[in-house]
Every structure is written in C-alpha cells, then in structure tokens.
T-cell receptor, first 114, second 115 residues
C-alpha cells in the first residue's frame, strides 16, 4: 500500500528564514511524489512533482523539494519564507495504473511570522 | 481559464435530505476526481473518471453516495439520504491524463453541513 507521512502538524518560521516541510513515503515500486498548498477556503494548488531525474525539483513560488531515495523522503524547502507562504501544505504519492490516484499526507500547517 | 468550478460553495441541509454537488472541470481535461476533506480523515479520493467513464469508485463510502459524469464538462456527486457524518469539504479536481502523473487542478470546494 502507498502511504505518505508528514510528521509535523505545524511549522513556525520567521519571515526571511529558511522553511522546510518534511515528508516521508512508503511505496511499492517507483515513487511519484507531489507537493500541494492550500490557502484558507481555497482548493489545493500544485507546487511541484518528482517523477524521475534530478533529485532536486524546483517548483512554483520559489519552492523546491529534494528527493532522497535512501531516506524515503521528499522534503519541501524554501530558502527565504514570506508571510504569504502561511498555508496548509500536503505531500502526496501518485499510484494506480495511470498514476491518477493520489494518496495525501495529513498536511502541515506553516505559519510565517513577520 | 476559469479553473475548476464547483457549486454550491456552501450547503447546509438536514439529515435525510438529498444533496447534489456539481463540478465543471477545466476545458480539455479528460480526468475528473472527487475528494472529501475532513479533520479526522484528511483528504480522501472518493471516485475518479477518465473520459467520462468511472474508473475507480473504491473510495465511495457507502451506497448513499453516487457520482455521474454525463459529459466532458459536467459531473455531480449525490448523497441520498445525507447524514451528519457526511459533513465535510468536497473537492472536485481535473487533469489532462495524456501522460501519466500529471498534476491535478482543484476547485474551491463545497462545504457541506448536515444538521
């Protein structure tokens, strides 16, 4: 079975400091990993994905994520956080015949303080 | 592009009533997904369609839930009869499944409250 774990319910960071949101996965076969962000009263927005290739994936809004196969992790990072980055972040793994099924982690709330 | 459109945005109903949630996917997308989000269970995939055909409904919780996609631009999720435990935010998402592992685009959601 495919699963994703986000060990932190909330991450607090000061504006301008680096931001890291952790994600670990468990899959049978190759991992196909996604990060989404959810702002209050909005749907999820795609940030980035890892399918194959470079372990460092760059995405929207200055975010990037590092795929680490040996640690089964896919942590989301941003070098300098903004107050507007405060939101709920979800890691997900794609699976199924066409990779259409997403299993989401529980989400991590990020609070960036000015 | 208008994005994925869902209606209504909020629905309050009484236990036992029928509830119909509507979704218009992004034009040209050929896959459509219905999700449910609750505090207790997080985000769950209920059902997805490919080219208007239901492919996997294993996430539909009970027979009270049904979903249809009569054409490429419209889908409904129906709950009959509704129960208080159905209270949640229901999201519709669409994607272009021309190649695998494409990202999904989510609508704003429908917040359902069953009293």
């Amino acid at each position: 079975a495919q699963s994703v774990a986000q060990p932190e319910d909330q991450v607090n960071v000061a504006e301008g400091n680096p931001l890291t949101v952790k994600c670990t996965y468990s899959v049978s076969g190759n991992p196909y990993l996604f990060w989404y962000v959810q702002y209050p009263n909005r749907g999820l927005q795609f940030l980035l994905k890892y399918i194959t290739g470079d372990n460092l994936v760059k995405g929207s809004y200055g975010f990037e994520a590092e795929f680490n196969k040996s640690q089964t992790s896919f942590h989301l990072k941003k070098p300098s956080a903004l107050v507007s980055d405060s939101a709920l972040y979800f890691c997900a793994v794609a699976w199924g015949a066409a990779g259409n099924k997403l299993t989401f982690g529980g989400g991590t709330r990020v609070l960036v303080k000015p | 592009d208008a994005g994925v459109i869902q209606s209504p945005r909020h629905e309050v109903t009484e236990m036992g009533q029928e509830v119909t949630l509507r979704c218009k996917p992004i034009s040209g997308h050929n896959s459509l997904f219905w999700y449910r989000q609750t505090m207790m269970r997080g985000l769950e995939l209920l059902i997805y369609f490919n080219n208007n055909v239901p492919i996997d409904d294993s996430g539909m919780p009970e027979d009270r839930f049904s979903a249809k996609m009569p054409n490429a631009s419209f889908s409904t999720l129906k709950i009959q009869p509704s129960e208080p435990r159905d209270s949640a935010v229901y999201f519709c998402a669409s994607s272009l499944a021309r190649r695998v592992y494409n990202e999904q685009f989510f609508g704003p959601g429908t917040r359902l409250t069953v009293l």
